[in-house]
């Protein structure tokens, strides 16, 4: 009987091929990893996104489910090795924890990968093909929802920020909407893939193992017609015009260096630059100027005079102020115990002596604002350092000015579409994400950011207007697209100081995604739970 590549866990095949064999095993899941980090931001090749599983899925559905759990475990450490690099930028954090974190976020990959092949082996290939975006997406939204553990990025989706007619879906699916497409379309390229291999092995009247010709036509099919359908959409919604009032917003990009924003020696030089672009925006008449996260050197209630200044500086400038304040740096080491602050966003009236608007960071950062589970888990055993903590608020707060209401969320809550989704059925008519980068060096960090922050404003069909510290500071319109971006006279956005003017429309727009949330992510669910209970069920595989 012919060889064929069905399986490698055979006892009478020559050397030569089981050498073969092992090195196609450590190959492909190394090429996959390769070729999905490099969809993303900044190297942006979204295009290896749909063929980037396509080397996995091939080698696992021949393989056992302890080797493809190991193999998709490789293939997940790859990947985020590569997506995650910047994190060795950040003070305090080494190789190690870099090495703990792509490890975890690997699992996820594995258990993609032990799945697959249990259903591939009980069932065939086509069913596990099949089976494959619905399990990817339950397994996202595993790893963005797991309690301190969540981590919402890097999810295949996010690649396509630039494609903004593949991505106008997340308004119906949300984000994970787009990654089941890719998915879909790495498994159909994979299952001509195999078929080829099939052929060129065997003749052309062989057809592979565990595929089937009716199994094979229904994937391609299915494929095409959810790929033009997605599309056909896409191209549909962005020929809507956008209408609606339309405000003007200036965002301040401060450009203060990580080491100065908390010696007091520089207290005045970074209010003084603060002023200056305030001003300097002021004169474009905007209804609103934002600052960037944390950008007054100290806590503003807790500083009377420094508030004052701040005040006189939206007084002078005759508008509303949006800031972020912080007391402390957030990534700190040491052992000495720090008092709790919220991490907040102040919009300030000039004609109001008070405080009377103020958002508290719901979202805080693990080990950058808090350390979970302290007291619990001796994390100095990692050489985790002891950080001061901040208090997570609690309240969804739409912050409204005369004429218009928004939501803020900072730093990295903007990767999460939940929360931004409840602001707004809240009534927000925009989003403003404060940020301070500075931390991240000149990194794929910043851009990384964009991808997420654009979806979050297709998903809900809203303005979304990042104000960076260091950048990117831009303005997203409702669709995904960067509409403009602070930049200096040589083109770069990142480390450089500047004000950017743009016109914002405010919309009350309530797409599928802001009503109903994560349906599409339960129907996957479901999915992944039909075809593994089918699978357990099965004796022998037919195609």
């Known amino acids: 009987m012919a060889r064929t590549l069905h399986s490698l866990n055979g006892t009478n095949k020559p050397w030569g091929f089981k050498i073969q064999g092992l090195l196609l095993n450590g190959v492909a899941p190394i090429l996959s990893g390769i ?172 057809f ?115 800031l972020g304040s912080s007391s402390h740096q957030k990534f700190r080491v040491g052992h000495g115990q720090v008092p709790k602050f919220y991490n907040s966003a102040f919009l300030i009236n000039p004609e109001n002596r008070l405080i009377n608007q103020r958002y508290h960071k719901i979202r805080l950062l693990p080990f950058g604002e808090y350390l979970p589970l302290k007291g619990t888990i001796p994390w100095s055993w990692i050489s985790v350092p002891n950080i001061g903590s901040y208090a997570p608020g609690t309240e969804y707060t739409v912050l409204e000015c005369p004429d218009f209401r928004f939501a803020v969320t900072i730093c990295w809550e903007t990767v999460f579409p939940t929360l931004v989704r409840e602001f707004a059925k809240k009534g927000a008519q925009f989003i403003v994400n404060i940020t301070n980068e500075a931390w991240f060096g000149k990194t794929a960090a910043p851009y990384q950011s964009i991808s997420m922050s654009a979806f979050r404003a297709v998903e809900n069909r809203l303005f979304v207007v990042r104000c960076a510290n260091t950048g990117v500071s831009c303005f997203i319109d409702p669709y995904g697209r960067i509409v403009n971006r602070i930049k200096d006279e040589t083109g770069h956005d990142l480390f450089v100081r500047g004000v950017l003017t743009e016109r914002v429309i405010l919309l009350d727009s309530r797409t599928i995604y802001t009503r109903y949330g994560d349906w599409f992510v339960w129907l996957s669910i479901l999915g992944s739970v039909a075809f593994l209970g089918i699978a357990a069920f099965r004796r022998t595989c037919h195609g």
């Open 35 to 206: 070729l999905l980090f490099l969809a993303f931001p900044d190297h942006d090749l979204p295009w290896l996104a749909w063929i980037g599983l396509v080397p996995l899925l091939v080698v696992l559905q021949r393989v056992r489910p302890a080797l493809a759990f190991l193999m998709s475990g490789l293939a997940g450490c790859v990947y985020f090795a590569g997506f995650f690099d910047w994190i060795l930028e950040v003070a305090s954090y080494k190789l190690l924890h870099h090495a703990f974190f792509d490890v975890y976020l690997g699992a996820f990959f594995a258990v993609f990968g032990l799945v697959f092949s249990f259903v591939s082996r009980r069932w065939g290939v086509t069913s596990a093909l099949f089976a494959a975006p619905f399990m990817w997406v339950s397994l996202e939204y595993l790893r963005s929802n797991l309690s301190f553990l969540a981590v919402p990025m890097g999810l295949l989706a996010h690649s396509q920020y630039l494609y903004t007619k593949i991505i106008a879906i997340a308004s119906v699916s949300g984000a994970y909407g787009v990654s089941f497409l890719i998915v879909l379309v790495n498994s159909a390229i994979a299952a001509l893939v195999l078929l080829l291999l099939s052929r060129l092995r065997h003749g052309k009247s062989s």
């Open 208 to 322: 592979h193992p565990g595929l089937s010709a009716r199994g094979l036509i229904a994937l391609v099919g299915t494929t095409a017609v959810l790929t033009l359908v997605a599309i056909s959409y896409g191209e549909l919604e962005l020929s809507k015009p956008l209408t609606g009032k339309q405000i003007k917003l200036s965002v301040v990009q401060g450009n203060i260096d990580q080491s100065k924003k908390w010696d007091s020696r520089y207290a005045k030089y970074i209010m003084q630059t603060y002023g200056d672009l305030t001003f300097a925006g002021a004169k474009d008449r905007p209804a609103l100027i934002v600052w960037p996260e944390a950008a007054t050197p100290r806590a503003i209630t807790r500083d009377p005079g420094l508030f004052s200044q701040v005040r006189h500086i939206a007084k002078r400038a005759g508008t509303c102020l949006l």
